[in-house]
């Protein structure tokens, strides 16, 4: 069964189907998994490169696509597709070929081990990395990279609509919030209003002061009278 082989990974996209009723992708997968075609069908994926094909016979227009099983490697070149989320694959997705899609925008800052990522198409207006992750992005020019730096005491995470939000950890504080180097208000979130260029965010965080109250007279019983 899917819940078999479900080991914590999973991953999604959105797809139009318009014009387009077969799809092909390539996944390359560490476990075994499945892809669920979001029209009540199951493949399953064998450990390796996995080329698959289906057909959408329904009247619906657009479909949500699953992955299940560790997944290193996803190819879906024009393929109509709409959203992609494989923020789950943080460590175990190293190739995401996904140029010639319909994306606005696309959230790579979780997948630490990325090396390889083809997202070239007109329509993505935001990219985001972390400034940790080294490899350089085969892009169109209307794409705009928002690098994420955040510093020991919390996260920055990327909300969808140029929102980022701002998470301290629950001992610390925000130390300040930085936007492409000026100082911005210590928020929980930032909304970029426009992107022109390449941009970044960084926030520090400062770890909370406990403050110890000690009682003066440290004897037992404290000031008593004889």
């Known amino acids: 069964t899917l819940t078999a082989i479900y080991k914590g990974y999973t991953g999604s996209m959105f797809w139009s189907t318009s014009g387009q ?9 560490t476990t075994l998994g499945a892809i669920d075609w979001g029209d009540g069908t199951v493949e399953y994926l064998a ?15 657009y479909y949500t696509v699953k992955f299940i099983g560790s997944v290193s490697g996803l190819s879906c070149p024009n393929q109509k597709v709409e959203t992609l989320n494989m923020e789950s694959y943080s460590s175990s997705l190293t190739s995401l070929i996904c140029n010639g899609n319909q994306l606005t925008e696309l959230n790579v800052s979780n997948n630490t081990n990325l090396a390889e990522l083809n997202c070239s198409q007109s329509t993505l207006a935001i990219l985001v990395m972390k400034s940790t992750q080294t490899f350089v992005p085969t892009r169109h020019s209307n794409t705009k990279i928002v690098t994420i730096t955040q510093a020991t005491g919390g996260t920055i995470s990327f909300s969808g609509d140029l929102t980022f939000t701002i998470s301290p950890r629950s001992d610390y504080n925000i ?12 928020s929980t979130s930032y909304t970029f209003t426009s992107l022109t260029s390449d941009s970044n965010i960084t926030a520090t965080f400062n770890k909370k002061q406990v403050s110890v109250i000690t009682d003066p007279d440290p004897t037992p019983g404290g000031n008593q009278s004889m």
């Open 21 to 29: 009723s077969s799809k092909s992708i390539t996944v390359t997968a």
């Open 47 to 61: 450990v390796g490169s996995n080329s698959l094909s289906h057909t959408y016979t329904g009247s619906t227009s």
């Open 175 to 186: 130390g300040s919030v930085l936007v492409n180097g000026v100082s911005v208000a210590r």
